[in-house]
């Protein structure tokens, strides 16, 4: 497919810092391949505002392949740009215009505070993490090989599909009510499903549960628009099993 | 740890939500059950079968013990639906500028709160015109029937013939089954006898012993029947708020039926899709089912 050129008018969040009153600032951006990624047109941007001597734009970004779960950005209203199942560095400038404009913003929400222009800070997500997010393991002497335990095949792919989470943040950025249960209900379920995650499910559930409340998330109202968002397609029913094994623990934990 | 976690956390909060929602949806069918009986049975025999099935209501203990339920969840699910909301508001204080949540999710799942206001509205006009006068003020006439008989005066000598002369003998419903006589009205003369007196705005007192001797039935089929009636110049009003509040909820009952579920935890690939046929039946049917009897009414009357 032979390359196409298109010039389009940016709007991105300017933020200095934390503390710093943010605006949204106009750029015009002319001779983008359709074939750049978007963070690669960020890229480009950044380049020209360096030639004119300002600050280059802030955002996040690593892998850039999908994977890592660090490029964020709210592009023309949806978290991750207007393609699905793609983080935004999937996304790519063909999906656009000549002549268009947009929108670039951060993840809105008060437990991701931005840091600068359009990167926020994420570690919410770590502390939720650390509150349960993991599997006990005596590491010392002899270990069982995990293959070991006969797991039936479906239980397994849906852990898997479960844990296909990156931590991106979609979920929270897309939710009206930026809640992350879809990221919560995704960590608690690709354990639960397993018969090493079982035997800490109830305290996992109600920990994790207890430092989502803490990081000042919404609540789910299940409109489902973490799981179209979702660039890992995570389904709203690993919310369900989490609410599943959150009331099995209220109810028998002392 | 556990019972503070059933008040406090994010989920128990929408456990509450859903328990009530679904307690609820039971409401609004035996509610309608009732209604219906509004267009189905016409005549005296359907007012009577209505003011019988609303003093059974408002008389049998497992239909109190349940309307009281009912008046919790309904303020619990509110309560704990503003709750929900200024929260959700304030997880995120700065809005997109930019925002397209027509792609991800349906008008009716973002905007239960306010959907949510809209039926609290409606419940306050219903409940002052049906609910405060029916069970605080009591302002509600009893069952009664005004029948026009020919009583006989005297007997003409020369023919022997019977000379009759009309009279109205009110009959007033009494809660053992029977019609009551309770005056006699000489609409030539104008005048008039009571056989028995009501007390307490609904029992009937014996004149001479002063003994209760029987119950009425508050007319609430009448009150009805005038509200959306033609003559009521604020009928038509009445019909469209009406009908406009059903549209609401059943919106509201779109997202919420189904969403119930999924608060629950109980969202299976096997049962959810059955779960939301249901739910968008319901969130049909039973809002048009509610929204036709006061216009069927209104063009009948």
Not at chain 1, 177 to 191: C, P
Not at chain 2, 68 to 85: F, K, Q, R, S, W
Not at chain 2, 114 to 138: C, D, P, Q, R, S
Not at chain 2, 219 to 225: P, S
């Amino acid at each position: 497919m032979a390359s196409k050129f298109i010039n389009i008018t940016l709007k991105i969040w300017r933020q200095k810092n934390s503390k710093a009153k943010g605006a949204l600032e106009t750029y015009t951006l002319n001779s983008v391949s359709t074939d750049s990624s978007f963070l690669e047109m960020l890229d480009q941007l950044n380049e020209q505002l360096i030639n004119e001597k300002q600050s280059p734009i802030a955002f996040d970004h690593d892998c850039r392949e999908g994977i890592c779960g660090m490029c964020s950005l709210y592009i023309n209203g949806r978290a991750h740009g207007p393609d699905s199942g793609i983080t935004t560095c999937q996304l790519h400038m063909r999906m656009f215009k000549d002549g268009d404009t947009i929108y670039v913003e951060p993840w809105r929400s008060r437990a991701f505070p931005i840091i600068k222009d359009l990167m926020v800070d994420r570690s919410a997500f770590d502390r939720i993490q650390q509150a349960g997010g993991f599997v006990s393991v005596n590491t010392s002497g002899r270990t069982m090989d995990a293959n070991a335990i006969p797991i039936p095949k479906a239980d397994a792919d849906k852990a898997f599909e479960a844990a296909a989470c990156i931590g991106c943040g979609a979920c929270v950025a897309s939710c009206k009510n930026g809640s992350a249960m879809l990221f919560v209900g995704a960590k608690v379920s690709q354990y639960a499903l397993l018969p090493q995650g079982k035997v800490e499910a109830t305290d996992r559930v109600l920990n994790m549960v207890r430092q989502m409340d803490e990081e000042g998330f919404g609540n789910c109202t299940n409109t489902g628009a973490c799981e179209i968002e979702c660039p890992k397609g995570i389904s709203i029913e690993n919310i369900a099993r989490m609410n599943r094994e959150f009331l099995k623990g209220a109810l028998t934990k002392a | 740890m556990s019972n503070s976690v059933l008040f406090k956390s994010s989920i128990a909060k929408k456990y509450f939500m859903a328990l009530t929602g679904l307690f609820l949806c039971t409401f609004l069918v035996g509610h309608l059950l009732g209604n219906l009986q509004l267009i189905f049975k016409t005549g005296e025999e359907g007012r009577r079968a209505f003011n019988e099935y609303a003093y059974f209501m408002g008389h049998n203990l497992f239909i109190k013990v349940l309307s009281y339920t009912t008046y919790i969840a309904l303020i619990v699910h509110a309560v704990d639906g503003i709750m929900l909301t200024i929260q959700n508001k304030n997880a995120r204080p700065v809005k997109y500028a930019y925002n397209n949540p027509k792609a991800n999710s349906g008008t009716a799942s973002r905007n239960m709160a306010i959907l949510g206001t809209l039926i609290l509205v409606f419940l306050a006009t219903h409940m002052a015109n049906f609910w405060w006068k029916a069970k605080i003020t009591e302002e509600i006439p009893l069952h009664s029937l005004v029948k026009t008989v020919d009583y006989p005066v005297g007997q003409n000598p020369a023919t022997g013939e019977m000379i009759t002369k009309p009279i109205e003998v009110t009959h007033y419903l009494n809660t053992n089954g029977t019609y009551q006589q309770f005056k006699v009205k000489d609409p030539s003369t104008g005048q008039e006898q009571k056989l028995f007196e009501i007390k307490n705005k609904h029992e009937f007192y014996d004149l001479t012993s002063h003994v209760k001797i029987g119950d009425g039935y508050k007319d609430l089929h009448t009150v009805v029947m005038t509200f959306f009636s033609k003559d009521n110049s604020s009928a038509l009003f009445g019909v469209i708020f009406y009908v406009i509040s059903m549209l609401v909820l059943g919106y509201h009952l779109w997202h919420g039926f189904a969403s119930a579920f999924q608060s629950l935890g109980l969202n299976h690939p096997l049962y959810m899709p059955i779960i939301k046929k249901i739910g968008m039946a319901f969130s049909i049917v039973v809002p048009f089912l509610f929204a036709i009897i006061p216009v069927i009414i209104y063009m009948n009357h």
